[in-house]
Antibody, heavy 123, light 107 residues
Framework: EVQLLESGGGLVQPGGSLRLSCSASGFGFSSYAMTWVRQAPGKGLEWVSVIGGDSGGIQYADSVKGRFAISRDNSKNTLYLQMSSLRADDTAVYYC????????????????WGQGTLVTVSS | DIQMTQSPSSVSASVGDRVTITCRASQGIGSWLAWYQQKPGKAPKLLIYAASSLQSGVPSQFSGSGSGTDFTLTISSLQPEDFATYYCQQAHSFPITFGQGTRLEIK
């Protein structure tokens, strides 16, 4: 059974940093691209970033480019999102999701999702 | 960026009704479209990919159609568990974008 478990969310002041983790199990982690999608309270879904199975390809939404960094450790089956220069509009539930394939430019679909971790940016 | 626009934003319906949700892309995306269902406090769930392919395990009352810029999600006979918010997502190019969502409520 595919399982994705996010952690690392919490309350952070504007301008601060936070690192999210997503622990994966139940599938060949290194064979799949992984992605982060966020959802502000009461709002819709916003794609954040994606990383290829071998970390060979990375893409970011313009809203986080230069502030967030996605990475993965295939030996630990873990995906990360390092967030810095956080702003109030980064407040959201952050979901990690499994891509349909290993190539970020293949099927840009998310077939399994974690339950999310809440990041609140406030003073 | 490709903008995705869903209509309606919300719809009220009864168990057993047939419901159709529309999604329009700001430029042609072929069949690179997915639909997700999200229930309150839960993660989204993939329902349809490639515009019309049913994800494994998804009930057959869900169906998708369309290509280019205009797409539809149809629920043929609403079940109580189908009341949720539905999102379309273009899988054509980066940045990946979602529609604003359609909330399906019980009448």
């Amino acid at each position: 059974e595919v399982q994705l478990l996010e952690s690392g969310g919490g309350l952070v002041q504007p301008g601060g940093s936070l690192r999210l983790s997503c622990s994966a199990s139940g599938f060949g982690f290194s064979s799949y691209a992984m992605t982060w999608v966020r959802q502000a309270p009461g709002k819709g879904l916003e794609w954040v970033s994606v990383i290829g199975g071998d970390s060979g390809g990375i893409q970011y939404a313009d809203s986080v480019k230069g502030r967030f960094a996605i990475s993965r450790d295939n030996s630990k089956n873990t995906l990360y999102l390092q967030m810095s220069s956080l702003r109030a509009d980064d407040t959201a539930v952050y979901y990690c999701a499994k891509y349909y394939g290993s190539d970020i430019s293949g099927r840009r679909l998310f077939d399994y999702w974690g339950q999310g971790t809440l990041v609140t940016v406030s003073s | 960026d490709i903008q995705m626009t869903q209509s309606p934003s919300s719809v009220s319906a009864s168990v057993g009704d047939r419901v159709t949700i529309t999604c329009r892309a700001s430029q042609g995306i072929g069949s690179w479209l997915a639909w997700y269902q999200q229930k309150p406090g839960k993660a989204p769930k993939l329902l349809i990919y490639a515009a019309s392919s049913l994800q494994s395990g998804v009930p057959s009352q869900f169906s998708g159609s369309g290509s280019g810029t205009d797409f539809t999600l149809t629920i043929s006979s609403l079940q109580p568990e189908d009341f949720a918010t539905y999102y379309c997502q273009q899988a054509h190019s980066f940045p990946i974008t979602f529609g604003q969502g359609t909330r399906l409520e019980i009448k």
